[in-house]
């Protein structure tokens, strides 16, 4: 469970500095989008046969930190909207 959560960091960290722009996510954040990243990648190498969800491997981890990168982009973008949305009201 530590490993997760540490490879979740990681994950995390690698999926902001390959995502343009500057984010405005904090350490739990990045945390939590890291960790939706490895479910993610591990997901999609379980189901190419290259290992189970939560073991560590080459494809899963590339898998993870593109799937990261993309929720990281989401996040910002929802979270720029919603800070557009409070200043226009």
Same mark, same amino acid.
């Given at each position: 469970?530590?490993? +997760?959560?540490?490879? %979740?960091?990681?994950? %995390? !960290? /690698? =999926? $902001? /500095?390959?995502?343009? #722009?500057?984010?405005?996510? %904090?350490?739990? =954040?990045?945390?939590? /989008? %890291?960790? !939706?990243?490895? &479910?993610? #990648?591990?997901?999609?190498?379980?189901?190419?046969?290259? #290992?189970?969800? +939560?073991?560590? *491997?080459?494809?899963?981890?590339?898998?993870? &930190?593109?799937?990261? &990168?993309? /929720? &990281? #982009?989401?996040?910002?973008?929802?979270?720029? $909207?919603?800070? *557009? $949305?409070?200043?226009?009201?």
């Amino acid at each position: 469970m530590i490993g +997760f959560i540490i490879a %979740g960091l990681i994950i %995390g !960290a /690698l =999926a $902001r /500095l390959f995502t343009p #722009g500057k984010q405005k996510l %904090g350490l739990l =954040a990045t945390l939590l /989008l %890291g960790l !939706a990243g490895s &479910v993610i #990648g591990g997901t999609i190498a379980s189901i190419f046969g290259t #290992g189970g969800i +939560f073991e560590l *491997n080459a494809l899963g981890f590339i898998v993870a &930190v593109i799937s990261s &990168v993309l /929720l &990281v #982009g989401t996040a910002e973008t929802l979270s720029a $909207r919603h800070h *557009n $949305r409070a200043i226009k009201h």
